[in-house]
């Protein structure tokens, strides 16, 4: 079994950046692929970006692609979230995941076996 802790939210300008983490502790996280969604009130939990174990791949919704950054630290066991350029349509809260593939499956929450209980993400405009 894999905890997972989010932290990080916060409210920022829009154009602003915010880092998020997450702090995995149980289980062997360091063999998971690890991801973020967000879910904004109202809507569907969305796929943001995703991580594969040992860190060599990435995946990027085309919505953030060139603005966020997903990378993870598998000796500390953390996944960090970097969010440049925020935009106000982007407040949402956001979740960190872990998959029990080292390699992340298809970009949709039934990929994902844990799941943090979210950190919240406010752009203001």
């Known amino acids: 079994q894999v905890q997972l802790v989010e932290s990080g939210g916060g409210l920022v300008q829009a154009g602003g950046s915010l880092r998020l983490s997450c702090a995995a502790s149980?289980?062997?996280?360091?063999?998971?692929?690890m991801g973020w969604f967000r879910q904004a009130p109202g809507k569907e939990r969305g796929f943001v970006v995703a991580?594969?174990?040992?860190?060599?791949?990435?995946y990027y919704a085309r919505s953030v692609k060139g603005r966020f950054t997903i990378s993870r630290d598998n000796a500390k066991k953390m996944v960090y979230l970097q969010m440049n350029d925020l935009q106000p349509e982007e407040t949402a809260v956001y979740y960190c995941?872990?998959?029990?593939?080292?390699?992340?499956?298809?970009?949709?929450?039934?990929?994902?076996?844990?799941w943090g209980q979210g950190t919240q993400v406010t752009v203001s405009s």
């Open positions: 149980g289980g062997t996280s360091s063999s998971y692929a």
């Open positions: 995941a872990a998959s029990r593939l080292g390699v992340p499956g298809p970009p949709i929450v039934s990929s994902y076996d844990y």
């Open positions: 991580i594969s174990s040992s860190g060599s791949s990435t």
